[in-house]
């Protein structure tokens, strides 16, 4: 799935994309559930999921990110995409770790927290982002 979703145009293309909110919710939302632990895991066993470095390898933290970023004419699809994005990258980061983020990763969680209106969608980026 995160091969499918990897094919999409990176981010200076995606722009283009504004009309496809839909198929962004939908493959946000499955790579999401494939970064997730398995399901009645609790405690310290959501630290691990069996696909996060699998997507990790396919580049799915870059293509969260860009996905929730871009611009999206409906607006339902954007709160399903910023949703579906943070929490995905917050389950990828407690593989990859928030201090191992790329520069350009960064800047995209912050801008992504900065421009959400949900509550939820931030608790998930502060989860995903070093706090000290």
């Not at 995905?88 to 407690?94: F, I, K, S």
């Not at 790329?102 to 800047?107: D, F, N, T």
């Amino acid at each position: 799935m995160a091969h499918a979703y990897e094919s999409l145009p990176d981010a200076d293309t995606i722009y283009a994309l504004t009309g496809a909110g839909h198929v962004r919710a939908a493959a946000a939302t499955a790579i999401a559930f494939l970064a997730c632990h398995p399901i009645g895991a609790k405690g310290d066993d959501c630290m691990w999921g069996p696909y996060r470095e699998a997507l990790l390898e396919a580049g799915a933290l870059r293509v969260l990110l860009e996905a929730a970023l871009a611009p999206t004419e409906d607006d339902n699809c954007r709160k399903v995409i910023e949703k579906a994005a943070a929490v995905g990258v917050m389950y990828l980061c407690t593989v990859v770790g928030s201090c191992s983020l790329q520069p350009q990763q960064h800047h995209f969680v912050i801008t992504l927290s900065y421009r959400s209106t949900s509550g939820l969608v931030l608790m998930y980026l502060e989860r995903s982002i070093p706090t000290n």
